[in-house]
């Protein structure tokens, strides 16, 4: 009796963490470039330092969990890419829906975001692209490059050589059914994105919690 009592409350505790895991949602974040070779607390010579531990922690809520570390210097994005794409497979063969995924990248993250929306080729998951939209950007030399899932993009009007994401040729060759951009204006240049700044974070969040 007492072994059937054990066996039953360790199927239904591994229920309850099924079911949790289900339910949760995923954000991987993906720091901007400098972070790659400078430390947590160095500044940047224009934008300060970059306030990676503030960003993680607004993002966190309640039923989230944020999936994120500091790459290392000159990390190939590819490459990168590709690791994201192994652990969001491994986060859906334990039973965590697509829907429940995003990815959330700032400037170079952006753009290894963007790798991953390619190399996944998953409609449902959903992107968030922070000041990662620039003209002559080199995503565009691959004919073949498209863009997949859900896309919330986040650009600045003071960011010298930022251009909507709708115009760009890999988002042209796309067939994106659930897409939203979003300028806006602090007058910070790129460095709005150095900062755990709730006019970017808000929305960010929306797109995460959003069911489409």
Do not use: C
Request: proline share 3%.
């Amino acid at each position: 009796m007492k072994t059937s009592a054990t066996f039953l409350f360790s199927f239904l505790f591994l229920l309850s963490n099924f079911l949790t895991a289900q339910q949760q949602q995923y954000i991987f974040f993906l720091h901007n470039k400098f972070l790659e070779g400078h430390s947590l607390t160095e500044k940047h010579p224009k934008y300060g330092v970059a306030e990676y531990k503030p960003i993680l922690f607004k993002l966190k809520d309640k039923n989230t969990v944020v999936i994120s570390e500091k790459r290392a210097d000159h990390t190939d994005p590819e490459i990168y890419a590709r690791k994201i794409v192994a652990q969001i497979d491994s986060l859906k063969t334990k039973g965590v829906p697509s829907k429940n995924i995003s990815i959330v990248g700032t400037s170079q993250g952006g753009y290894i975001a963007q790798y991953v929306s390619y190399y996944a080729k998953n409609p449902d998951l959903k992107f968030i692209i922070i000041g990662a939209s620039f003209k002559d950007d080199s995503l565009n030399e691959d004919p073949d490059f498209k863009l997949y899932g859900k896309i919330l993009s986040i650009t600045e009007k003071s960011d010298d050589g930022h251009v909507a994401l709708s115009t760009q040729k890999r988002f042209q060759n796309s067939q994106i059914k659930a897409f939203k951009e979003i300028e806006v204006s602090t007058g910070m240049n790129h460095g709005f994105l150095f900062k755990a700044l709730d006019v970017w974070l808000v929305p960010t969040k929306e797109w995460v919690q959003k069911k489409f």
